[in-house]
């Protein structure tokens, strides 16, 4: 399959400390919030610019003047904050009354007129690096289509106002953006940290991550799940749930028949977080700047499982991106340039258990190779996570084939929550007819970048890695 190339512009903000530990934003901010109605779709600050907010002016609200009367259902739109991922607590204020919290948990959605435009003002309880995931939604008055887009907001509290270095220039057509924006350099872990404990994970924020450890490339997963805390995590002692909350019906779409007829079964990890499931995304952003020269390749090398695995990224304008697909045979690649944090679609065609084989690869800064490869055991449907083996499956041992991986025997700082006792929340994505809008969530909403890699590059899906 040829992959398509797209460069999608992520938006980064800063916040200011106040007195009292409170980082406030209350000014208002061109260009971001801004849905419109174009071509029977919406959209969500489309003029592809990136957005540099400085310190005490980040308080996006929302401007609707882009969507005509008539065009939705009645004349309102639902804008929502469906995730948060960050140290401490979010709140947006409207005039005279709270719009988001992030303390009592998110989505939060307000309705909002067309032909309107506000502006809010935005708290933080603590310094650090947070993704804010906004939605605008609504029905289509015409046909009664369900119309959603999305998009990510990285808003920086704190810390001290030094300029992030540009991002590498795209190679396509599409121009180079560079941002300065204040950013922490991503602290370098010791091998230590990294918990080999076996572990079910079937709700909340993880990630794939590349990290640069004793001048060894390795891949761990970022585990988010518990609030306000990260936990490193070898992916070969990890079991992660698909639950039966993900299982959705294909659409009428041509966009989506790389995974099968319309009106198929797929169990779906979605771009945008979804209450109740796994949201893993990948990244390149824990690697210290200068420690590598550029990003890394990503690839799915293997797959064992009952049925097809797909990773893809989607928006209503572009349509889909498939960066891995095990219906068309392995291995399938793309870059993930440096400094990058991204999110999409996971999508699994049949119940049952797969274990998919990752390889990050690249060159460290004195271009040596490096490369780490990683087995990682996934449970779909009802399936009890429990009785599965993590990794390759033949052990509690994972199948790491790199050199340059690392054993550790570090103890679960989390191991009296084990998937038994996490629970199964019902989520929110339950088995809807064609067309559900959450499966046509957008790609910008399921991209983020942190310090100077505002500009997401191109992306080639490569064969034969």
Do not use: C
Request: net charge negative.
């Amino acid at each position: 399959m040829r992959g398509s190339e797209r460069v999608a512009v992520a938006v980064v903000l800063a916040a200011a400390l106040a007195g009292g530990g409170v980082a406030v934003a209350d000014e208002p901010s061109s260009g971001i919030g801004r849905i419109a109605y174009t071509d029977g779709e919406l959209t969500l600050d489309s003029d592809g610019s990136a957005h540099v907010v400085e310190a005490d002016s980040a308080a996006p609200g929302w401007d609707t003047t882009g969507v005509p009367s008539g065009a939705l259902a009645g004349d309102t739109v639902t804008w929502a904050l469906t995730g948060v991922d960050g140290p401490g607590d979010v709140t947006v204020y409207g005039d005279d009354s709270v719009l988001f919290d992030s303390a009592d948990d998110v989505p939060d959605r307000v309705e909002v007129p067309v032909g309107e435009q506000a502006y809010g003002r935005w708290e933080f309880s603590e310094e650090g690096t947070y993704r804010l995931i906004f939605e605008a939604a609504g029905t289509a008055a015409a046909d009664g289509r369900e119309l959603s887009v999305g998009t990510v907001y990285t808003v920086v509290v704190g810390g001290e106002d030094e300029p992030a270095e540009p991002a590498a220039t795209p190679t396509s057509e599409a121009p180079a953006r560079s941002l300065a924006a204040p950013a922490r350099m991503p602290r370098t872990a010791a091998a230590s940290e990294v918990v080999s404990a076996r572990k079910v994970l079937d709700e909340g924020h993880i990630d794939f991550a590349a990290r640069v450890l004793d001048d060894k490339l390795q891949i761990h997963v970022k585990d988010g799940t518990v609030s306000g805390r990260t936990t490193w995590r070898e992916p070969s002692s990890l079991v992660l749930r698909v639950g039966p909350a993900a299982k959705n019906t294909l659409p009428d779409n041509d966009a989506f028949a790389f995974l099968g007829r319309p009106g198929a079964d797929v169990w779906l990890l979605d771009q945008v977080q979804q209450e109740g499931l796994l949201w893993p995304g990948w990244s390149t952003d824990q690697v210290a700047a200068g420690a590598m020269k550029g990003g890394v390749t990503f690839t799915l090398t293997d797959l064992a499982g009952p049925g097809a695995y797909a990773l893809y990224t989607y928006d209503a304008m572009s349509g889909a991106e498939v960066l891995f697909n095990s219906k068309d045979g392995v291995p399938d690649s793309f870059e993930v340039p440096a400094n990058t944090h991204a999110h999409g679609g996971w999508a699994f065609t049949k119940e049952g258990t797969y274990r998919l084989t990752f390889r990050m690869s690249g060159k460290l800064a004195d271009g040596r190779a490096v490369s780490d490869t990683e087995t990682v055991a996934f449970v779909v449907g009802d399936g009890k996570a429990d009785a599965v083996n993590p990794g390759g499956g033949s052990s509690g041992a994972g199948s790491s084939s790199s050199p340059s991986s690392s054993p550790s025997s570090a103890a679960d700082p989390d191991s009296a929550r084990t998937g038994a006792d996490q629970g199964t929340s019902s989520g929110s994505m339950a088995s809807t007819g064609a067309g559900d809008p959450t499966l046509l969530a957008t790609a910008a909403a399921g991209l983020a970048l942190v310090g100077g890699g505002a500009v997401w590059g191109v992306r080639r899906r490569r064969r034969g890695v």
